[in-house]
């Protein structure tokens, strides 16, 4: 691993395979309860899908992951823990900007900074204090390489990422996140506003890219979670109703509560 | 889990998979009426029976493709999922199953036909044993279907053996005859066609039998035998 947290490892301890350990979690918006005893295991080098109705409490889990939720006010956990390769990401020592380097995230609208195609890869290896150009040349080449994207734009990297189509803002957004080498990518609708073609690029890439990576991605297109995702997590009302590999959620799920979200006939 | 009853969102869907379900209903009885009449027809030297028994078949045929037709839309607009898709890929491998009992019953019609129009009289009564068997494996495995019944689904294929044994009986006293049957040899060896089509019918209601326990449990049973370590080893 090329990227770590702060190293201050505390029980329990997750399993080889198991890159993220989600354990109990509760938490709150202010009085109301939005996750309820959540408990899962996210795997190395696999791609998880978070599915639900909107409400449901998956947008919410994936961003405890990096601890997104700390800029809401009024939010905490109130129960449970979350260990990223062995570490506790509440506890006190964990530098929040490193876990969010460590975790990266993808989000539902593409969100390239207002800089040049070139600037936006560099920006994390910039912050992290690389000033070597060469290095830095590398890593922007290796990570467009990785997020397909390095032939549509190696000849017009100082131009600006406004530029792009959103689909290939989309894709610059992943070169991002991979350029400072995280231990997990958690996407949230990545591709809800994309056409089939730049989704499918996207989907292409994250399979792709899951050899290297841990990925959660929080979608409502049932497809996209049957054709992209290992395994899948459906939550209902704040709880994890069932998670299970997604070829048994979406053939044979054990929940009727699954079932009659995944094929319609909700509500 | 229990089938489901609650409706989909979209209801074009319900609409669509109930067409799909009715046309699949409508095959399995004609089916069973054809395979009925079909042996009608060489019981009583009835050749006008036969003769629709033939014609009818293409009802059968058309509802295979339709049902085809019926389940790439589901599959192409709806993309279901779980137990939907469980049925659209059953119903679709139901409806090639039934299609080949309705051509064998084709089969047993023209059998009977000739046998009609030969002089010669033969005890035709002694393929009416193996008729009781394939006819009960059919109803048993459509029921299967239509009642979501998996334990009958399952438990077709001693059933079965039973009716591979008499079929194998069945031929050895045919074949046995054959030798000094003279004039009557040509009907003793339609019999002997009829009494496979028989036993294959009774081969193809296992299938179906199996497609139900899949679509009830989304269980695969189809070469279990095979799958059992007895297997592998008396297959050594």
Same mark, same amino acid.
């Given at each position: ?267 | ?100 009992? @309705? ?13 009609? /129009? !030969?002089? +010669? &009289?033969? #005890? ?87 497609? @139900? ?13 095979? /799958? !059992?370590? +007895? &297997?592998? #080893?008396?297959?050594?």
């Amino acid at each position: 691993m090329q990227a770590t947290l702060d190293p201050k490892p505390s029980s329990p301890a997750p399993s080889a395979e198991v890159s993220v350990a989600i354990r109990d979690l509760c938490f709150n918006y202010g009085s109301s309860q939005a996750l309820k005893d959540i408990t899962l295991d996210l795997h190395k080098h696999e791609v998880t899908a978070f599915i639900g109705p909107s409400g449901c409490g998956k947008s919410t889990l994936l961003r405890c992951i990096n601890r997104m939720n700390d800029e809401i006010p009024g939010t905490r956990v109130t129960k449970g823990s979350i260990h990223i390769e062995d570490i506790n990401i509440h506890d006190p020592s964990v530098d929040v900007v490193k876990l969010r380097r460590d975790v990266g995230m993808v989000f539902q609208k593409s969100n390239p900074f207002p800089k040049s195609i070139y600037e936006n890869v560099a920006f994390g290896l910039r912050m992290r204090g690389v000033k070597d150009k060469q290095v830095i040349d590398q890593a922007v080449e290796e990570s467009l390489r990785s997020a397909a994207l390095w032939d549509e734009v190696k000849d017009r990297l100082q131009e600006s990422a406004l530029g792009l189509s959103g689909g290939q803002q989309q894709r610059l957004c992943i070169a991002r996140t991979i350029a400072v080498k995280p231990l997990v990518v958690l996407m949230d609708e990545p591709c809800s506003a994309l056409d089939p073609i730049a989704t499918a690029k996207v989907e292409e890439l994250v399979w792709q890219l899951k050899n290297d990576y841990t990925f959660v991605i929080v979608t409502h297109n049932m497809q996209q979670a049957a054709r992209v995702s290992d395994r899948t997590a459906f939550f209902y009302m704040g709880e994890l109703v069932e998670y299970s590999d997604t070829k048994r959620i979406f053939s044979n799920p054990r929940v009727r509560k699954t079932e009659e979200y995944i094929s319609g006939r909700f509500g | 889990m229990p089938p489901m009853n609650q409706q989909h969102i979209f209801h074009e869907l319900d609409k669509t998979m109930n067409a799909l379900k009715d046309s699949v209903l409508l095959m399995a009885s004609l089916t069973r009426q054809n395979l009925e009449r079909s042996v009608n027809a060489l019981l009583n030297r009835d050749i006008d029976l036969a003769r629709s028994v033939i014609g009818d078949d293409t009802e059968v045929d058309e509802l295979e493709m339709k049902i085809d037709q019926i389940g790439m839309d589901i599959l192409l607009r709806f993309h279901p999922v779980a137990t939907d898709l469980r049925l659209v890929i059953t119903s679709m491998k139901m409806a090639h199953n039934l299609e080949r009992i @309705s051509d064998h019953a084709v089969n047993i019609a023209k059998r009977a036909k000739k046998i009609c /129009k !030969s002089s +010669e &009289a033969i #005890e035709t009564t002694i393929i009416e044993p193996l008729y009781t068997k394939a006819e009960k494996l059919l109803r048993d495995a459509l029921l299967a279907y239509t009642d979501a019944n998996p334990e009958l689904g399952q438990g077709l294929k001693p059933a079965d053996a039973a009716l591979d044994a008499e079929h194998k009986q069945v031929i050895a006293m045919l074949s046995g005859r054959l030798e000094n049957a003279g004039p009557r040899a040509e009907n003793l060896l339609h019999l002997i066609f009829v009494a496979r089509s028989l036993e294959r019918i009774g081969d193809l209601s296992v299938n179906i039998g199996e497609d @139900s326990v899949f679509l009830s449990e989304a269980r695969d049973i189809r070469h279990e035998h095979r /799958k !059992s370590p +007895e &297997a592998g #080893e008396s297959q050594d």
